[in-house]
């Protein structure tokens, strides 16, 4: 499989993807898509993984774009509602509605702190992941916290994710650690490849054994 390099089927995908954020979550055009969102969408369809985690699922958008292109997916979505970056009040409400809308049955979420001891162990545990998106604790510290239980339980080949590396508030911190985290999956795995999304506030994509 290769990257879909082409304009044409690039804005064919974004063409389905628009329809989706407009009827299915309730956005205009107007809305502005997160290079997250319309990327993540993109990889979900192209790649369909069997298990997808998330740290970090806020009010379920991300979870929403994997599941809504790819109906075998299950999601494993960890979020410790209010915490820190990004927190939303009331985040686990719209998150048990996005998944109820678009991944009923397949989804598990697990409230609390992903950097507590029962968190990581549970992340572990539930593995291991064909996709996986950091985008939790926008710290070094946090989201190094995050990559360091991640990368144990990322399956032989997958695709990690960590959101915002290009946002103005985490820049250094987050490609910071996306740079040390190919840099470590590089050294352990042959077939390594990455890609940087600098629109909107970035995102960094680690391909593992995916040809
Ligand atoms: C930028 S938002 C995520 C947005 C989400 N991906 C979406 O599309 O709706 C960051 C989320 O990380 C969560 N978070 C921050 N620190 C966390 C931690 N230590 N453990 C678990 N979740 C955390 C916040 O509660 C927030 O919901």
């Known amino acids: 499989m290769t990257e879909p390099t082409s304009v044409t089927e690039v804005r064919k995908l974004r063409e389905q993807f628009h329809p989706f954020c407009k009827d299915s979550l309730g956005w205009n055009f107007e809305t502005p898509v997160g290079s997250l969102h319309w990327k993540i969408y993109e990889l979900a369809l192209k790649y369909k993984p069997k298990k997808y985690g998330e740290i970090g699922s806020g009010i379920g958008v991300s979870a929403s774009c994997v599941a809504y292109p790819s109906p075998e997916t299950h999601l494993y979505l960890y979020d410790s509602p209010g915490h820190g970056y990004g927190g939303f009040g009331g985040s686990d409400e719209y998150l048990i509605h996005h998944m109820t809308k678009f991944a009923k049955g397949r989804c598990t979420l697990n409230l609390g702190d992903s950097q507590t001891q029962t968190a990581k162990d549970m992340i572990i545990s539930n593995g291991p992941y064909d996709m996986f998106n950091i985008d939790?604790?926008?710290?070094?510290?946090?989201?190094?916290?995050?990559?360091?239980?991640?990368?144990?339980?990322?399956?032989?080949?997958?695709?990690?994710?960590?959101?915002?590396?290009?946002?103005?508030?985490?820049?250094?911190?987050?490609t910071r650690l996306f740079n040390e985290a190919l840099e470590e999956i590089k050294s352990i795995h042959k077939n390594v490849r990455s890609e940087v999304i600098e629109e909107g506030t970035g995102v960094g994509i680690i391909y593992i054994n995916i040809d």
């Open 136 to 174: 939790g604790d926008h710290s070094y510290i946090g989201a190094k916290s995050d990559y360091d239980t991640v990368k144990k339980c990322l399956a032989e080949k997958s695709i990690l994710i960590i959101d915002d590396i290009t946002h103005i508030a985490h820049k250094e911190d987050l």
